[in-house]
């Protein structure tokens, strides 16, 4: 129902940047969130960055981003365009994960929102 075309990623060291694209297609109404999600080895997913435009935000783009992340990692996209980046700077060893595109949306001819998950992409940082 939603494919992903994940892109970017691969091998940096320390304190060198990547970045990622995402883009989502199928059969979709409406995209609320679209954003990055990343899994190291032996941990649990966790949010890196999202993008939200729902009743919520009031409509507007409201971006998150972890803790860890902020000052270093920046989100771009257009949620109409079913479009988000990850620019990812200085980056360091505690980044080195599988990082998934996410999204929450709205199917044609649905009336609830589901979550979508991208095949993730391996971003490994070496010190």
């Known amino acids: 129902q939603v494919q992903f075309v994940e892109s970017g990623g691969g091998l940096v060291q320390s304190g060198g940047s990547l970045s990622l694209s995402c883009s989502a297609s199928?059969?979709?109404?409406?995209?609320?969130?679209l954003g990055w999600y990343r899994q190291a080895p032996g941990k649990v997913r966790e949010l890196v960055a999202t993008?939200?435009?729902?009743?919520?935000?009031?409509?507007?783009?409201?971006?998150k981003y972890a803790d860890s992340v902020k000052g270093r990692f920046t989100i771009s996209g257009d949620l109409a365009k079913n479009t988000v980046n990850l620019q990812m700077n200085s980056l360091n060893s505690d980044d080195t994960a599988v990082y998934y595109c996410?999204?929450?949306?709205?199917?044609?001819?649905?009336?609830?929102?589901?979550?979508?998950w991208g095949q993730g992409t391996q971003v490994t940082v070496s010190s």
């Open positions: 996410y999204t929450e949306l709205a199917l044609k001819g649905s009336s609830w929102s589901e979550e979508f």
């Open positions: 199928g059969n979709i109404y409406k995209v609320w969130t």
């Open positions: 993008i939200t435009n729902d009743i919520d935000t009031k409509y507007e783009d409201v971006v």
